[in-house]
């Protein structure tokens, strides 16, 4: 169901004309992130995750993608580690150019991100958290 959501998030957020120029909208792709513990203690909720994103944006691409425009999911490793999660957050918003940050994992990892997505104005959508500092 989540995934269902982010989805339309995306798809409503991309059928604007003025999100052409956008980061991380392009007139063929969509680049989105997420920064997971894919070597940390919770890896096994994190690799769950970033399959069932993928399995979505395989799906949703096959399609035809978002008003033509293919996703294309970017994944970064944060060990569970804020000091990492603000470096994968940085290599996502400045190199990748992601358009939105996707159900990243973790209350400690996602605020102390946090800060780097506002500051860009990148949407961070359905962090994977219970805490109510993320709400």
């Known amino acids: 169901m989540k995934y269902i959501a982010i989805a339309t998030t995306l798809d409503l957020a991309a059928a604007s004309p003025a999100l052409a120029q956008t980061q ?44 033509g425009r293919k996703l294309r999911l970017v994944v970064e490793d944060h060990g569970y580690d804020p000091r990492k999660s603000v470096l994968a957050a940085q290599k996502m918003v400045q190199q990748d150019k992601i358009f939105a940050a996707l159900g990243s994992i973790g209350t400690p990892t996602a605020l102390a991100a946090m800060p780097i997505y506002m500051d860009k104005n990148i949407a961070h959508l359905f962090p994977l958290t219970g805490a109510r500092e993320m709400y």
């Open 24 to 67: 991380g909208v392009t007139q063929n792709e969509i680049v989105v992130g997420t920064a997971q513990d894919l070597s940390g203690p919770i890896v096994s909720f994190s690799k769950a995750a970033v399959n069932g994103m993928r399995m979505r944006i395989d799906e949703i691409n096959a399609a035809g993608g978002i008003n």
